[in-house]
């Protein structure tokens, strides 16, 4: 699928200039630097939903819950 990006003028010839330093053409460093950045929001989501789920699991400390005591160390 094709897309139309505007990229600034500083930043297009940067992208020129890591696509002749690599021997990438622009289109793969775009679509790897997408990529990456895609994976990163998902990997951040899984993080958030998994915080979500862990502040409102039954007996975890935080929600207004006072923490459990501690048991003292019995040595025999």
Do not use: F
């Amino acid at each position: 699928m094709q897309y139309t990006v505007y990229i600034d003028d500083d930043t297009s010839r940067d992208l020129s200039a890591a696509a002749l330093k690599l021997g990438a053409n622009r289109n793969a460093i775009i679509l790897q630097a997408l990529q990456e950045w895609l994976a990163a929001q998902r990997a951040a989501e899984a993080l958030n939903q998994e915080a979500a789920r862990t502040d409102n699991a039954p007996g975890d400390v935080g929600q207004g819950q006072e923490p459990l005591p501690e048991r003292a160390a019995t040595h025999c």
